[in-house]
């Protein structure tokens, strides 16, 4: 699995021009699901997601606090193309990326183990649609994770 994950001041997600995800603080998510990916690399990424200590102290210290520590929301938007490879050619190639029946599966159970993990506000987008997403980066910070 490989996913961007993007500290946030807000996120939201639309599909036909209808609101279908929006958080307040926290993280927006675009994951990939590649072919041969498990539960247990959904499990150990939003283990680590959650654990993260991203956000700044009250008291200025920095990257002292998690998005749990927070009370922070995580939006995660499902982005095939980050399975794209352009070793050759003008043509992103995204073989590598997993069946959409299998990956929907495995992004469900990524979505369900933040909420178990105690992630208050986990929303998603609508696996398989064409999205607009929209973000106010904060920092920016970004990280690229993949297990």
Known sequence: MRLVLQRVSSASVAVDGRNVGAIGRGYL?????LKGDTSLQAQWLAEKVTK?????AP????NDRSVLDIGGGILVVSQFTLAGDTAKGNRPDYTAAADPGEAKILYEYFLKKLKELGVTKVAGGEFGA?????LVNDGPVTLVLEK
């Not at 998510?29 to 699901?33: A, H, K, P, R, T």
């Not at 008291?59 to 920095?62: E, M, P, Q």
């Open 29 to 33: 998510i675009l994951l990939c699901v």
């Open 130 to 134: 064409m999205m607009e997403v929209q």
């Open 59 to 62: 008291d200025g210290k920095v």
């Open 52 to 56: 993260l200590r991203l956000f700044d």
